[in-house]
């Protein structure tokens, strides 16, 4: 069984950055795919980005341009970094692993096997 830990979320004011990471517990970390998704209360956990066991990455549009996933595999970690932050990325982030069987949907939070218990994110303006 895996487990992922999430780690870097705080309160920052609009403008600034935060780098999330998230460790998986063990080496089959290299062959996941991974997403970061965030939820707000009352709403749908959305995709922010995912990242390939190759490192080739996607993004929500609303976040290109100013964050940034990246994996480590060595270290087990997915990163987000996150600059230039907007009241409106206020909400809980989780990252994902999919480890297979079938095809990988990116963008949505059904296409995962394991998830993380989240950091809180808080943007002020």
């Known amino acids: 069984q895996e487990t992922l830990v999430e780690s870097g979320g705080g309160s920052v004011r609009s403008g600034e950055s935060l780098r999330l990471s998230c460790e998986a517990s063990?080496?089959?970390?290299?062959?996941?795919?991974m997403g970061w998704f965030r939820q707000t209360p009352g709403n749908k956990r959305e995709v922010v980005a995912g990242?390939?066991?190759?490192?080739?990455?996607r993004y929500k549009n609303s976040v290109l341009g100013r964050f940034t996933i990246s994996r480590d595999n060595a270290k087990k970690t997915v990163y987000l970094q996150m600059n230039s932050l907007k009241p409106e990325d206020t909400a809980m982030y989780y990252c994902?692993?999919?480890?297979?069987?079938?095809?990988?949907?990116?963008?949505?939070?059904?296409?995962?096997?394991?998830w993380g218990r989240g950091t809180q994110v808080t943007v002020s303006s």
């Open positions: 990242i390939e066991d190759g490192g080739k990455t």
């Open positions: 994902a692993a999919f480890r297979g069987p079938g095809v990988w949907v990116w963008d949505s939070d059904q296409g995962y096997n394991y």
């Open positions: 063990t080496a089959a970390f290299r062959y996941y795919r």
